[in-house]
């Protein structure tokens, strides 16, 4: 991940406080969306990234990469990137597009997954009722 840029922005999302894990390498984004309950202290934020910064690491990479709109890169002057970084920090609750768009596709491919785990759960537990069943009309046979 050399030459990779991470960011996390912390919001208020409804009722929950939520972060989103950013990867931006090559002219692509990457991003992981979690959930963190009530609004976390710094403290709370340094511990939660300490016990599961490289798991959410992991999903964000393996979540779909989106190409990001934008410019190229050119050396900005000094106090107008203090001006953008305070501006960034102001407006910490607005993603850009490219990691809405990239937590949308990770949030449909989990969609996607946990409806395959219900169809084989379903399955499964349709293939043991049928089991039981014959087992049953056998036992009911040997009885006669």
Known sequence: MEGDVVTM?????GPFWVGVLEIVEDGTVRATRFTLGSE?????????????GVALLERAAASPPVPSEGRERRRVNPKRAA???????AEVSRR???SQEALRLELESRKAEAADDRRARRRE???????VARRKRLERRRDR
């Open 9 to 13: 922005s912390v919001y208020l999302d």
């Open 40 to 52: 976390p202290t710094d403290p709370e934020l340094y511990e939660f990234l300490r016990r599961n």
């Open 83 to 89: 001006k953008l970084a305070a501006r960034a920090a």
């Open 96 to 98: 850009s597009t490219a």
């Open 125 to 131: 537990a349709a293939e043991h009722r049928r089991e």
